[in-house]
Nanobody, 116 residues
Framework: QVQLVESGGGLVQAGGSLRLSCAAS????????MGWYRQAPGKQRELVAR???????TYADSVKGRFTISRDNAKNTEYLQMNSLKPEDTAVYYC??????????WGQGTQVTVSS
C-alpha cells in the first residue's frame, strides 16, 4: 500500500522559514512527479511547487523566489524549503505523487501557520 508521510509543518512568525518533507513508500513503480499543494480555509487546493524525476521544477507565482522544492529519488522523498514566509502562506500543505503507471496519491496534510 502506497503511503506518503509528511513532516515539518508548524507555527512560525512572518519572515521565518520552515522545511517540509514527504517520504513515499509501498510502491515498486517510479514516481514521475512529486509536488506540494496547499489549501487555505474557504479556498480551493492549489499547486505550490512540483518537481519531475529529472529535477525540472514548477512554482506558483506567489512563492517564486521564496520556496524551493527538491527531491531525493533514491529515497522517494521530496522537500519544500519555505523562506520569507507570509501570513498568506498559512494553509494545510499536501504532498502529492504521480507514478509512472498513472496512479496518484496524496499525503494526509500538514498545517503551516504564519503569524503576523
Amino acid at each position: 500500500q502506497v503511503q506518503l508521510v509528511e513532516s515539518g509543518g508548524g507555527l512560525v512568525q512572518a519572515g521565518g522559514s520552515l522545511r517540509l518533507s514527504c517520504a513515499a513508500s509501498g510502491s515498486r513503480y517510479a514516481i514521475n512527479y512529486m509536488g506540494w499543494y496547499r489549501q487555505a480555509p474557504g479556498k480551493q487546493r492549489e499547486l505550490v511547487a512540483r518537481i519531475t524525476s529529472g529535477g525540472s521544477t514548477t512554482y506558483a507565482d506567489s512563492v517564486k523566489g521564496r520556496f524551493t522544492i527538491s527531491r531525493d529519488n533514491a529515497k522517494n522523498t521530496e522537500y519544500l524549503q519555505m523562506n520569507s514566509l507570509k501570513p498568506e502562506d498559512t494553509a494545510v500543505y499536501y504532498c502529492n505523487a504521480k507514478f509512472s503507471v498513472g496512479a496518484e496519491f496524496w499525503g494526509q496534510g500538514t498545517q503551516v501557520t504564519v503569524s503576523s
